[in-house]
């Protein structure tokens, strides 16, 4: 068979047929069927471990293996809200792009100056600063 040859959808079937096997086997049986896996896909070793541990986390009835369902990762929630972002990005664009430690010192100096300036007021936005 034609490592170069087998299509995305041939080895993604390949694995969704060892996979089954692979989790409930003994280690030894789990080096036999990974080297059946990388002989038929071509991949190595710790990719196709990948692979099988994937296709056993993948939900019934869904046809193909998506990125939104392979990577479980969590996205971080902000600290803070969308306007206190922008009013942080402003402050630092002003201030000439200062390091935050800096920033964060000078912040309630460059509100009160932006403020006589008749800048909107941002206070509301950053009740931490």
């Not at 939900?59 to 479980?72: Q, Y």
């Not at 902000?78 to 430690?101: E, F, H, M, N, T």
Request: aromatic share 10%; with cysteine; glycine share 6%.
């Amino acid at each position: 068979m034609d490592r170069e040859g087998l299509s995305l959808k041939a080895r993604y079937e390949v694995t969704k047929k060892y996979a089954a096997a692979y989790a409930p086997a003994s280690k030894k049986e789990k080096t036999i069927i990974l080297d059946q896996v990388v002989a038929v896909t071509g991949w190595n070793r710790d990719h196709a471990r990948q692979q099988l541990r994937a296709r056993l986390r993948q939900p019934k009835g869904r046809a193909t293996a998506t990125i939104a369902v392979i990577d479980r990762r969590r996205t971080k929630a902000y600290k803070y809200s969308y306007d206190a972002r922008k009013v942080l990005q402003k402050v630092w664009a002003a201030s000439g792009g200062i390091c935050g430690k800096y920033l964060a010192a000078s912040m309630g100096d460059w509100l009160d100056q932006m403020e006589a300036e008749g800048e909107p007021s941002w206070v509301s936005f950053l009740d931490g600063w």
